[in-house]
């Protein structure tokens, strides 16, 4: 005898399914840090490292920039106001902390490591430290 497809079986599982993955935590498990995560890029210029991420919104005395060996955590939160009794319909904008830990193949000169904030975008210059570097040795 031949089964008939139920399509409103199938949207029920599925919809069950989606629920569960939403529910578990998976999301908020990982293993750079936890809250809500600024994109950032990462690159070489030269010996240094230079992080660039979006924080718009988030205050400069709301971030923690640390720095450990290879190691870099930016952390902040950030805050989203709607004013005096307003009602919201739609909330894209993200709020909350966020903690993210990245590590760079170099070890890092914390002594000299500069941030700049403007416009939402925080630019981390990490100098590669001096013992770190390659050195040269001249053949006698």
């Not at 949207?11 to 998976?26: C, H, I, P, V, Y």
């Not at 923690?64 to 009602?87: F, H, L």
């Not at 709020?95 to 993210?100: H, I, L, N, S």
């Not at 416009?119 to 053949?139: F, Q, T, V, W």
Request: a neutral charge; one cysteine or more; aromatic letters at 8%.
């Amino acid at each position: 005898m031949a089964q008939l497809f139920d399509p409103f079986d199938t949207l029920l599982q599925f919809q069950q399914a989606l629920d569960s993955f939403r529910t578990s935590g998976w999301l908020g498990a990982s293993p750079s840090g936890g809250g809500a995560y600024p994109p950032l890029n990462v690159f070489r210029k030269g010996d240094d490292i230079v992080v660039i991420t979006e924080v718009p919104g988030v205050k400069k005395d709301d971030l923690q920039i640390q720095v450990k060996g290879n190691t870099i955590r930016i952390a902040g939160s950030k805050t989203v106001g709607y004013g005096e009794r307003a009602a919201v319909h739609r909330r894209e904008c993200l709020a909350g902390t966020f903690d993210r830990a990245l590590t760079v193949p170099v070890e890092i000169d914390a002594e000299g490591v500069r941030a700049e904030c403007h416009d939402g975008i925080l630019a981390l210059y990490l100098p590669r430290a001096e013992r770190d570097k390659p050195k040269s040795i001249s053949i006698s």
